[in-house]
């Protein structure tokens, strides 16, 4: 039953909050305020006390410096939750820092959520249970690709075909989308944390040097490219020299970096051409003509654009902004949650058991 008085005063005592909760990042939308935290979706533990001892950027500043004692945890693996306790603890933490902002709203708040595209209803229960577990009043639960293609103004309820590539940390989801639903859709655990992989073990084959994880991720944001570059492009790594044991600097070049992801960029290509040769003529013809959408923070690798415009000679755009999209997304349904129930994922109550 549902009492108008009663939801009037929660909208006017509680906060509603739009999260895009990410392998790499977590980002938060609040209503009124904009994005408010963008933060990594890390944690630093005690393994003495079992404590979190720092959560997102400071936990992060950590990476490959810790004592014995400490440990690195990242609670979300490809997207979903892998550490139930420990993604409770971050959504809790950024969930009181955005209580903060107002402290005269004093009721729990309501949560739209983004989960990737076609992961299992256990998953989305675990996601539901882990919010409200936080501190969330009321659960609502969006796949991302709907939720970055709403944050990007694309027109999805129109009978028009539009096809998202949202690429994140841990998965990459391509989805087709018209009439307000996904036409078609696949999810890829491949994204920016497997290029990440794949820098570490090319440097370790060729230029016998381990590699951090981080030093892995500012190679490939300082000189990544998929595509030619007008002049070529270096950056010194510093690892340790397995040979000997000691530390040891090299010279990396762009083309070092596309021949390490090459083959994960060629099975994302891959998977998009799967995508649109299952979707229906006529949706292929609206795409050719609207062209792909690239969002996520795997958009602004250098060079994918004109990669997959080549391959499919389809013209393809990156969004403005692509690693705040999905969170905009959430922000936007959170703004008219009554005229976006239809893209909501159903309620807990509704799914099979």
């Known amino acids: 039953m549902r009492f108008p008085g009663l939801d009037r005063l929660y909208r006017l005592f509680s906060h509603d909050v739009g999260i895009d909760l990410g392998t790499a990042n977590t980002l938060v939308y609040v209503k009124g305020h904009g994005i408010v935290i963008v933060e990594p979706s890390i944690v630093a533990v005690n393994t ?25 945890v990242r609670p979300l693996v490809d997207g979903v939750i892998s550490n139930f306790e420990v993604t409770e603890e971050i959504l809790a933490y950024f969930l009181k820092r955005v209580a903060r902002l107002e402290p005269r709203k004093f009721f729990r708040p309501q949560v739209v959520i983004g989960v990737p595209s076609g992961i299992t209803n256990v998953e989305v229960r675990a996601v539901r249970d882990a919010t409200r577990q936080a501190g969330a009043r009321a659960v609502h639960v969006v796949e991302e690709p709907m939720a970055a293609a709403i944050g990007i103004r694309l027109a999805v309820r129109e009978p028009v075909g539009n096809l998202i590539v949202d ?6 989801d391509i989805a ?32 016998k040097i381990l590699l951090g994880e981080k030093t892995a991720e500012e190679v490939k944001i300082a000189i990544g490219s998929v595509w ?14 397995l040979v000997t044991g000691l530390p040891k600097e090299a010279v990396i070049t762009d083309a070092d970096v596309k021949e390490a992801i090459g083959l994960s960029v060629s099975s994302l ?8 040769e299952s979707t229906p003529p006529e949706v292929v013809s609206d795409i050719m003509h609207q062209g792909i959408i690239l969002a996520g923070g795997g958009a602004l690798l250098g060079g994918l654009g004109e990669l997959l415009a080549h391959e499919l000679k389809i013209p393809v755009t990156i969004a403005d902004d692509p690693l705040t999209a999905v969170v905009r997304g959430a922000g936007i349904i959170l703004e008219n949650l009554e005229a976006h129930r239809d893209i909501l994922l159903p309620d807990e109550d509704e799914l099979p058991r």
């Open 48 to 72: 003495k006390t079992g404590r979190l001892v720092a959560i997102g950027a400071d936990a992060k500043q950590m990476v490959g410096r810790t004592p014995a004692h400490l440990e690195i």
């Open 167 to 172: 690429i994140g940390g841990g998965t990459a």
């Open 176 to 207: 087709v989308i018209s009439l307000g639903g996904i036409v078609r859709s696949k999810n890829l655990r491949l994204a920016g944390d497997r290029l990440n992989r794949d820098i570490i073990a090319y440097v370790r084959d060729e230029f």
């Open 228 to 241: 030619k570059q007008p002049a070529p492009l270096e950056a010194t790594i510093r690892g340790r020299d």
């Open 269 to 276: 290509v891959e998977a998009v051409k799967e995508v649109l």
